[in-house]
C-alpha cells in the first residue's frame, strides 16, 4: 500500500506542469462616437508644440502608433474593440470638454496625418472592451 502511495506521488510530482491561461471576460459598452485625430495644432491644440524628437507620445506617456492607439475615457492600457474597426489600446485620454459633449460615449482613433484623420469622418459604432487596462 505504501509503495502504491509511493509511485501515485512519484507520478504526479513529475507530470509535467500545465499552465492555464485565463479567458478574458469581454464587456460591451454600447454606442460610441468614433471620431479621429493627428498631432497637429488644430486637433491638439497646444500640447502639439510638445513633441520631444518628433515623436507624439499619449497622455499616459505611451508612444502613439496608427492602427493600435486611442484617446477615450477609459483606463491606459484598456484594449477595445471597435465594431468594423478591430482592436485598439488606450493610450491618450479625451479632453474633458469632449467627453462630457458625448456623455462619455466617445473614442478618438489616432492618425500619423489630419488628412487622414478628417477622410476618417466621425462614426458611430459598437464598443466592447476586452481587456481593462490599470
Known amino acids: ?3 502504491l502511495l509511493f509511485i501515485a ?4 510530482l513529475t507530470m509535467p506542469f500545465i499552465e492555464v ?3 478574458e471576460t469581454v464587456e460591451p459598452i454600447g454606442s460610441h462616437t468614433i ?3 493627428c498631432s497637429c495644432p488644430i486637433c491638439c491644440g497646444s500640447w502639439a508644440d510638445n513633441r520631444p524628437n518628433g515623436i507624439v507620445y499619449g497622455a499616459h506617456g505611451v508612444e502613439l502608433e496608427q492602427g493600435v492607439s486611442v484617446a477615450a475615457p477609459l483606463p491606459n492600457g484598456t484594449v477595445i474593440e471597435i465594431e468594423g474597426l478591430g482592436e485598439y489600446v488606450v493610450h ?4 474633458d470638454w469632449i467627453v ?4 462619455g460615449r466617445i473614442v478618438d482613433v489616432y492618425f500619423d496625418s489630419h488628412e ?3 477622410r476618417f469622418g466621425k462614426h458611430t459604432r459598437n ?6 487596462g490599470k
Open 116 to 118: 487622414e484623420a478628417v
Open 127 to 132: 464598443v466592447t472592451i476586452v481587456s481593462r
Open 92 to 95: 491618450d485620454k479625451t479632453a
Open 9 to 12: 506521488v512519484a507520478l504526479i
Open 100 to 103: 462630457e459633449k458625448y456623455d
Open 1 to 3: 500500500m505504501k509503495l
Open 21 to 23: 491561461t485565463p479567458i
Open 35 to 37: 471620431t479621429a485625430y
